[in-house]
């Protein structure tokens, strides 16, 4: 069945770090895939996705391209802020429709 | 006021109570979904409805069961509700053109004593 490993945190990193949130799938046929962010108290909103083999999603300074041949979907920011301070979650989106998430990584950037 | 609204926001309850979680949402979406979060599990899911008349189980439906009230309402019931079953639950709702996108409530959190 579908999978989704991410990178275990919680990881913590000054302001102005770069960013690497590593996220391997599992899946057949040619699922999409995504970043969700969950800040403190709130329910899950996407940040990212991308549909196809080499697509890249961005959103707020957030990158993620999607590899098929490393079946890869790794978050990337240049330079973390306190504000980016949540839990992100990897899925992956198959045909119908319904999603698999990783477990979640918490990120912590201080001042 | 919040698309996907979901009630109670926080609930305390005792082993053996039934418990339901509601959820209404104004997308005008077809697609419903429970998730259940746990520290360390991520996100799974519980049941899911395509339409009013298509309802689903999930990953993790033992002890659960919904009922699709109308397009805009899914309701989660524990009916007989066990300490493990203490989580955050959180209702999405997707159309077919997202491409897989969800739109997620603010989460009930449910405590069983």
């Known amino acids: 069945g579908d999978s989704v490993t991410q990178m275990e945190g919680p990881v913590t990193l000054s302001e102005e770090a770069f960013l690497t949130i590593n996220c391997t799938y599992t899946a057949t046929g040619y699922p999409s895939l995504f970043w969700y962010v969950q800040y403190p108290g709130e329910g899950l909103q996407l940040l990212l996705k991308a549909t196809k083999a080499d697509d890249k999603g961005s959103n707020k300074g957030f990158e993620a391209t999607y590899r098929k041949e490393t079946t890869s979907f790794h978050l990337e920011k240049g330079s973390v802020q306190v504000s980016d301070s949540a839990v992100y979650f990897c899925a992956l989106g198959g045909s119908n429709y319904k999603l698999t998430f990783g477990k979640g990584t918490l990120l912590t950037v201080n001042p | ?113």
Not at chain 2, 9 to 17: A, F
Not at chain 2, 101 to 110: D, I, K, V, Y
């Open chain 2, 1 to 113: 006021d919040a698309d996907v609204t979901q009630t109670p926001r926080n609930r305390i309850t005792k082993t053996g109570k039934r418990i339901m979680l509601e959820c209404s949402q104004t997308k005008g979406h077809d697609r419903m979904y429970w998730y259940r979060q746990d520290p360390g599990l991520g996100l799974r899911l519980i049941y899911y409805s395509f339409d009013v008349k298509d309802i689903n189980k999930g990953e993790i439906s033992d002890g659960y069961s919904v009922s699709r009230q109308a397009q805009a309402k899914f309701s989660l019931s524990l009916e007989s509700a066990i300490p493990n079953q203490t989580a955050l639950y959180f209702c999405a709702t997707s159309t077919p053109g997202s491409t897989g996108e969800l739109f997620f409530g603010e989460g009930s959190r449910l405590t069983v004593l």
